[in-house]
């Protein structure tokens, strides 16, 4: 029984140890309010929105190292939780569009569709949409555009040499058969950015040749994973040779801890990171002050520090770790309002080859 | 007297009423205001999402779900009565070490035990491929089998040991005077009076696994279950309405399930009833050698597993890997920070909250539904297993479709967090007291009758005391599940009532294993010392079972 106390107090040091790391994370939100404030005595004018709380459901990796600075610019506090877009679009349905969020931030473009055809999802023009191509946000205005997130594939450098494989160049390199059982991607029905891969595909290749090529790959598909992120996951792990994936700061982090690449092949399916603002929002103003600050030159340069993505905003130079290795004249020409209206049969296609 | 014990019947009367309104409120009403909801369509009545319930590919599904979860429940639990009894039969010392092992080996965070188990038995993973050089496929039924058998084990062995040790120990001496040889004894003396706990057991991992989803989501591979396919409605294709209605598929084999429970717990009754006297350390009985070395062998090696699992946790949480070789690093409890301490104290509060309620309203519900045998009360027994049955994000989502508006619109607050959590887990706590009550004495209330008790009093005075250790195991596991559920909780999130395990989610969703695996830590190390101190004063001296 000695020994139990002598763990209890080792666990009660360690609770001890867990609060000081949280206290010193207080401290230093304390100094910047202090600061805020010194510097705050002229600027009152530009910060009609001082101590607003705005929640905001984010579903984009990395996003959430920008608050801070938004917050000391502006005053405007954020609360968030991450939420994948399809959680938070049954949650929506769930309650009838009453939620007590304000900004939807990142995510699938098609479940920010589905919103508007719902009526959940408030209208708003951005002055900075001048700056975004009119392809990547919403014509009516109910979503704007924060970043552009290509895909292409990540391989594993180890297992490439162990096996022995050529390091794929394009789509169709996919399809040869040395790659049997060593590639992984997600389910397209699950995942927006798989589908996009799909819908993008077939609209570049055409009808005829992409599914011929996708029936092509599903033979050399060893894992069917279940959210966007799991393919790059399993190929860092060593799991599979070839993954299926969104490239974006979060990838190359991996390359970081794990002896992966991420490669663009011949086409790059691209799908846009959406930003809107709800339509029962009781802090609209504010909520159109945060978008205002998120696709301007600044807000988008700080969000890609926060996480190195192509940004919407042409004035944004792309980060040099994806513009080395991203030609960006191989972006297809991407009909969204085509990919969101295919969805149904594309699936249902899709389902027939593979059985899934 | 007199107007002493009919006050006590009145008061009594109102606690039945409240528990029957609570359980109605607070499981039935949403559902079926969920269930409601999947049968309209932009306003309208209609069936649509019910006219192909039955398609041939719905049934492959239910047939999917039932072949697992019978499989792993029935795998589970026999290991599991190996762990109790082995345990139950060392001495005190030993088997209070495994009780307490069990106890945290039990508190598995999201996707703790999945992720643990693919990084040593993956396709490359540490020891199938490292160690073995053999690339297994764990994906399919197999894997998915295996992992839901292996994180059952916990639970159930506690389970089991509390039964085994509110057994009297005097059967077990009568049986050896009588001449009977230890494996007879084990078979039919230990056995029989077991088997109230064993179907308890049984029960909890059958419904439990039949509602899993995120196991057979990381492991399923090709291998798809009900549960799976009507999360993933929700959470990637937004058909809310279409994956409610496909839950309903889930209700018959649990009923089907729930009336072989009640079935064959009343046919006990009358076998095992008797009060417990004699302690198992005042006996000398020892088990025979081949079970002792069969389930000592399950014993070290459910230890051992569990031991590179966590261990493989805490690693993740101060290292990072890099191309290959290990490196360690403090820079994932950076990411420990104010927002994530509030998440903390907030899930221990609602922990401890719903872990305590959840228990007593449990353990209330059995004792008027299977010691009094008030009429009615069986029903209610239902409704309240129903939370447990149904994927537990569709229990999360009842409530935003009941709870979002009206007279009791509390989405977004605390206070819907913790109902949830209460009602979520009570079958835990109902079906412990179910076995429990199987093994004491009837006579001894009839005594406090005679004596002029009123029922109350005799509930307060006699039986309570009489299922402090069910009260804990249950406390431990409704807590334990509370702190680490994502399930009901995921939607039921919003930014001002995050809880960490939510949190801890979303690391492992963007694939931040080191910074989810500092919140795991966190939360096993702060699980597992409210634990120690519930045991501590629930047992009223330093940490003994029994």
Redesign the interface.
Known sequence: MRNMKKILSLLLILLLIFSLVACRGTDVVKDDDGVVEISGEDEKEERPYEGTVLEVSVAYGGAENSFAQFTEETGIEIEWVSMSTGAKLSQLQAEEGETTTDVWFGGGVDSYINAIKLGYLHQYKSPGYANIDDKYIDPEGYYGALAIVPHGIIINDDLITELGLDVPETWQDLTDPQYRGEITMADPSISGGQYAIHSGLIQAMGEEDAWKFWEAIDKNVGFYGQSGGEPAQKVAEGEFAIGLTAITGGTFGLTETAPVTPVFLDKVPWIPAPIAIFENSKNKDAAKAFVDWYVSDHGQSILKDADARIMANRNVEPPEDLAAILDMDKLIDFDLIKMGSDRESTLARWAEITGE | MNRNTSYSSHFEKAIIILLIIAFLLFILYPIAGLLL?SMTEGGEWTLYHYKDLFQAKNMELIRNSVFVATLSSVLATVLAFGIGLYAHFRKAGTRNFIYRALMMTMISPPFVSSIGL??LF???GLISYGIFGATLNP?GWHGLVLLQSISGISLSAMFIMTGLSQLDSRLILASRDLGANPWETLRNVIFPAMIPTILSVLFLQFTMNISDFTTP??IG??FHVLA?EAY?R???????NG?AAMTVLLLPPALIAFFFYRKNLQRTDTLSERSKLLDVDSINFKLPKIVTFISGTITVAFFILMAVQYGNLFIQAIS?????SLVFTTDH??V??????DALLRTVYMAVVAGFLSTVFGILLSYYNKRRQIPGMQGVEFIGSLPYIIPGIFFG?AY??VF??GPIAM??TLLILIINCIFRHISVGNKAANAAFENIDKKLEWASYDLGTSKLRTMLTVIFPLIRPTFLVSFINAFTACMTTVGPL??L????N?VLS??MH?EV???QYGQAAVMGV?LI??T??VN?IAIYFMTGE??KVQ
């Open positions: 909801r693919l990084t993956g396709r490359r994906y989501i990381i591979g090709r799976t993933l929700v959470y990637a294709q937004a058909n809310l994956a990072r890997n890099v191309s290959g409890l950076n420990f920070q104010s927002r994530h301490f989502l935003i479709v979002h508006r989405t977004g995921m939607l999130v919003s930014p001002k995050l939510v949190m979303g969703r963007n694939g966190a190390m702060i597992f010392t120690l330093e940490g």
